[in-house]
Nanobody, 119 residues
Framework: VQLQAFGGGLVQAGGSLRLSCVVS????????MGWYRQAPGKQRELVAV??????NYADSVKGRFTISRVNAKNTVVLQMNSLKPEDTAVYYC???????????????WGQGTQVTVSS
């Protein structure tokens, strides 16, 4: 099972970016998919998560970010609007997946994609 993230980049404050995370491999089920971020000198923090049809967002991104899932493509998308300089970070996708090979549930991480918001 692998996760691959796409869509980071440089944008001005107030702009938008769309991050995608594609899950590949033999999957029995996925229980949760989400995005985390880590800014320089800070701990990794949860941005948004989809779990059992419910969504949860960090307070700092509520109303600006939207997480969604495209099941047929095993893809989770993070639409980020009204971006602020404080959103600058490396963004990581995460999924709690039960692999078909051994039916063991594990956390998987994508490689991270840089989001930079200029003021």
């Amino acid at each position: 099972v692998q996760l691959q993230a796409f869509g980071g980049g440089l944008v001005q404050a107030g702009g938008s970016l769309r991050l995608s995370c594609v899950v590949s491999g033999s999957i029995f089920s996925s229980n949760a998919m989400g995005w985390y971020r880590q800014a320089p000198g800070k701990q990794r923090e949860l941005v948004a998560v989809l779990r059992g049809g419910n969504t949860n967002y960090a307070d700092s991104v509520k109303g600006r970010f939207t997480i969604s899932r495209v099941n047929a493509k095993n893809t989770v998308v993070l639409q980020m609007n009204s971006l602020k300089p404080e959103d600058t970070a490396v963004y990581y996708c995460n999924a709690r997946i039960t692999a078909a090979a051994d039916l063991v549930s594990r956390d998987y991480w994508g490689q991270g994609t840089q989001v930079t918001v200029s003021s």
